[in-house]
């Protein structure tokens, strides 16, 4: 090769320069992650990281896979890597703090988002640490991130659903039923602000509104379980018991693990007389969610009304057990707990 064959083909291959595999690996993967491959850009991202360990947008991005194949603490392992990287990296504090919130570890979930706020004024961050502090019971400062995020979004219908939603555990309904309409004004096609809404109308005897409601988001969401218990609710409450036993059927089928619509067949089985149909309702809701406070006063109510008083009040003691709030709700009902 003579000097100038060398000289070219060092400017050729300057000019075209090397692949490099780990960011190519990178890029497929996030090809394979638009359309939910997740095996494939799993894998890709997996060698990515073979090639380059100390990319923190790598683990990032794997972060983001692990957490929609439904492996949470994978996906926060993840983010704490790529935070350790570059703890500039507010997205990964947000979505560390996301899980933090699912995992009900909500002071930990405040502070990501908190740090991810001193690194960008994002109104996603401020929104989810409303709902961090929504879930924690500091409403007020719910409220506070909720408005500061539609100063900096005033066209996010999300904001002001999540606002609407802090507003009603307040007990202002005139509010969330303001945010609410708002929500939908802005985003006409989330069927979820439509349930919303139609709740707050249910509360507030607007039952025709609310039905209106409920039906628009099923027909937007035609698989929305939620919103056929939530009709439901309110077929028991105008006392169309039959509607209502029909919806929960429906939710029941889109998700066989829903204990809330199982706990509103019963009620609705039990204004059809049909109590040993709402006993085993009650049971099942019981057994998919032992937890669940209100079920069990539905359930000593019933048992009291097929004479059984020993399991009525072991039923009332285990809900204000679990919620002490129940106490309450079952002297409304005119029961009352033995000594």
């Given at each position: 090769?003579?000097?100038?064959?060398?000289?070219?083909?060092i400017?050729?291959l300057?000019?075209?320069g090397?692949?490099?595999?780990?960011?190519?690996?990178?890029?497929?993967?996030?090809?394979?992650?638009?359309?939910?491959?997740l095996?494939?850009a799993?894998?890709?991202?997996?060698?990515?990281?073979?090639?380059?360990?100390?990319?923190?947008?790598?683990?990032?991005?794997?972060?983001?896979?692990?957490?929609?194949?439904?492996?949470?603490?994978?996906?926060?392992?993840?983010?704490?890597?790529?935070?350790k990287?570059?703890?500039?990296?507010?997205k990964?504090y947000?979505?560390?703090?996301?899980?933090?919130?699912?995992?009900?570890?909500?002071?930990?979930?405040?502070?990501?988002?908190?740090?991810g706020?001193a690194?960008?004024?994002s109104?996603?961050?401020?929104?989810?640490?409303?709902?961090?502090?929504?879930?924690?019971g500091?409403?007020?400062?719910a409220?506070?991130?909720?408005?500061?995020?539609?100063?900096?979004m005033?066209?996010?219908?999300?904001?002001?659903?999540?606002r609407?939603?802090?507003?009603m555990?307040?007990?202002?309904?005139?509010?969330?039923l303001?945010?609410?309409?708002?929500?939908?004004?802005?985003?006409?096609?989330?069927?979820?602000?439509?349930?919303?809404r139609?709740?707050?109308?249910?509360d507030t005897h607007?039952?025709?509104?609310?039905?209106?409601?409920?039906n628009?988001?099923?027909?937007?969401?035609?698989?929305?379980?939620?919103?056929?218990?939530?009709?439901?609710?309110?077929r028991?409450?105008v006392?169309?018991?039959?509607?209502?036993?029909n919806?929960?059927?429906k939710?029941?089928?889109?998700?066989?693990?829903?204990?809330?619509?199982?706990c509103t067949?019963?009620?609705?089985?039990?204004?059809?007389?049909d109590?040993?149909?709402?006993?085993?309702?009650?049971?099942?809701?019981?057994?998919?969610?032992?937890?669940?406070?209100?079920?069990?006063?539905?359930?000593?109510?019933?048992?009291?009304?097929m004479?059984?008083?020993k399991?009525?009040?072991?039923?009332?003691?285990?809900?204000v057990?679990?919620?002490?709030?129940?106490?309450?709700?079952i002297?409304?009902?005119?029961?009352?707990?033995?000594?």
């Open positions: 090769m003579t000097k100038s064959q060398a000289t070219f083909a400017f050729l300057a000019t075209i090397f692949s490099n595999p780990a960011d190519d690996l990178y890029t497929n993967s996030l090809k394979e992650f638009h359309h939910q491959n095996t494939s799993l894998k890709d991202i997996n060698r990515a990281i073979e090639f380059n360990s100390t990319n923190a947008q790598f683990y990032y991005s794997r972060g983001l896979i692990l957490y929609e194949q439904g492996n949470p603490e994978a996906a926060k392992d993840d983010y704490d890597r790529c935070i990287i570059d703890p500039t990296a507010y990964a947000g979505n560390r703090g996301q899980i933090e919130t699912h995992q009900n570890k909500l002071n930990t979930a405040i502070d990501d988002f908190t740090k706020i690194l960008t004024n109104p996603w961050l401020y929104i989810h640490r409303g709902i961090a502090r929504d879930y924690k500091t409403f007020n400062d409220l506070d991130d909720f408005d500061t995020s539609i100063k900096l005033p066209n996010d219908g999300g904001a002001y659903a999540d609407g939603v802090t507003r555990h307040m007990g202002d309904t005139n509010g969330g303001a945010d609410f309409t708002r929500a939908i004004a802005l985003a006409p096609l989330i069927a979820g602000n439509y349930v919303e139609g709740i707050v109308r249910r607007d039952f025709i509104g609310a039905a209106a409601d409920f628009k988001a099923i027909q937007l969401k035609p698989h929305f379980s939620r919103a056929y218990n939530e009709r439901a609710c309110l028991v409450t006392g169309d018991w039959r509607g209502a036993t919806d929960c059927a939710a029941i089928e889109l998700d066989q693990r829903f204990a809330e619509a199982f067949r019963g009620l609705a089985e039990v204004i059809g007389r109590f040993q149909r709402a006993w085993a309702d009650y049971r099942h809701a019981l057994e998919i969610r032992p937890d669940y406070a209100l079920c069990f006063v539905n359930l000593g109510i019933l048992d009291a009304k004479g059984d008083a399991a009525s009040d072991n039923d009332f003691r285990k809900a057990e679990l919620d002490p709030e129940m106490l309450s709700k002297r409304a009902e005119g029961y009352s707990i033995k000594q």
